[in-house]
């Protein structure tokens, strides 16, 4: 079992730079992938970008050039650099592990952006 903890949310200015963090317990974290999702308030949860075990990314076209997804694997950690942040990424991000066909979620930060 993977029990991922997020970390690093708040309010930033448009045009701004967040650091999002994943803690994940588990011993099979480096070979699982890892991602993050967003929910916007009143809307459906959507993936933003995952990394494989191997390193390999995959981003959502509307963060594209501006998020970088990053792994640690000595640490246990995810990261989710996000910079030139827009009012339309104003969110709860979510870590998720996908462990076989079981996805395991973390509570979840706010993000807000906003002048």
């Known amino acids: 079992q993977v029990q991922p903890v997020e970390s690093g949310g708040g309010l930033v200015q448009p045009g701004g730079s967040l650091r999002l963090s994943c803690a994940a317990s588990g011993s099979i974290f480096s070979i699982i992938p890892m991602g993050w999702y967003r929910q916007p308030a009143g809307k459906q949860r959507e993936l933003v970008a995952s990394?494989?075990?191997?390193?390999?990314?995959w981003y959502a076209d509307s963060v594209k050039g501006r998020f970088v997804i990053s792994r640690d694997n000595a640490k246990n950690s995810v990261y989710l650099q996000m910079n030139t942040l827009k009012p339309e990424d104003t969110a709860v991000y979510y870590c998720?592990?996908?462990?076989?066909?079981?996805?395991?979620w973390g509570q979840g930060t706010q993000v807000t952006v906003s002048p």
């Open positions: 998720n592990a996908l462990v076989g066909v079981l996805r395991y």
């Open positions: 990394i494989t075990s191997g390193g390999g990314t």
